[in-house]
């Protein structure tokens, strides 16, 4: 790695740093969605039936880690049921509104670095491309062409710098993609499993009426 750096030029520092940047915040955030935004299936199956059980539910949820998202997202929701009746299905709804935004921040944390290592990465290669090749028309300027391995290591600098910029974005893409679409699939499946409780509590107070 050191002689990588050595044969790309100064620009490598830099890049070398963005690179262990964006693997560090795409291995946490995998990290995070495996453990603490998962909702087993079973506890969807509970949500989905018509003859619902609140305290079935309860139950489960307090089998999931406390900071779950999930367990945070529906705990809102099954506090507003149980404090009063006369709380209105649109203070619950906005309820757990605010908790989905707060989840979805949460989510979103740190990926505009990522976004701005895919935009700044193939410019920090590029920059080591114009020193490389400065580099190699320096001597081209004072040795006439006779210092032949000069002008190629310039011109290796500002391939090797090239390339790893350019690699380095293409990983941050594709892990912000990812990312981003965990993150959409995740909010996408809390508001569709909110909408199923907001219904069982209507179920619940129309049979009540």
Not at 91 to 103: L, P, Q
Request: charged residues 20%; proline residues 2%; glycine residues 6%.
């Amino acid at each position: 790695m050191f002689n990588l750096i050595q044969a790309g030029g100064i620009t490598m520092i830099p890049l070398s740093i963005l690179a262990i940047i964006a693997l560090a915040i795409t291995f946490d955030k995998i990290f995070y969605y495996q453990k603490l935004v998962k909702i087993p299936q079973d506890l969807t199956n509970i949500i989905e039936k018509y003859k619902f059980d609140w305290q079935l539910l309860k139950d489960n949820l307090e089998k999931l880690p406390i900071e779950n998202c999930y367990r945070k997202f529906f705990s809102i929701i099954i506090e507003a049921h149980q404090q009063s009746e006369e709380i209105p299905i649109w203070w619950i709804e906005s309820r757990a509104g605010d908790e989905a935004k707060v989840i979805e921040k949460k989510l979103n944390s740190n990926l505009w670095i990522l976004e701005t290592i895919i935009t700044t990465s193939p410019l920090l290669g590029l920059l080591g491309t114009i020193i490389g090749m400065m580099s190699s028309f320096k001597i081209i300027g004072i040795d006439n062409i006779a210092n032949t391995s000069g002008i190629t290591s310039g011109v290796a600098e500002s391939l090797i710098a090239t390339g790893f910029g350019l690699l380095i974005a293409i990983i941050a893409l594709f892990a912000f993609n990812y990312l981003s679409k965990q993150q959409s699939q995740t909010i996408d499946e809390m508001e569709r499993l909110a909408t199923k409780l907001v219904d069982h509590i209507k179920i619940d107070r129309n049979h009540k009426d």
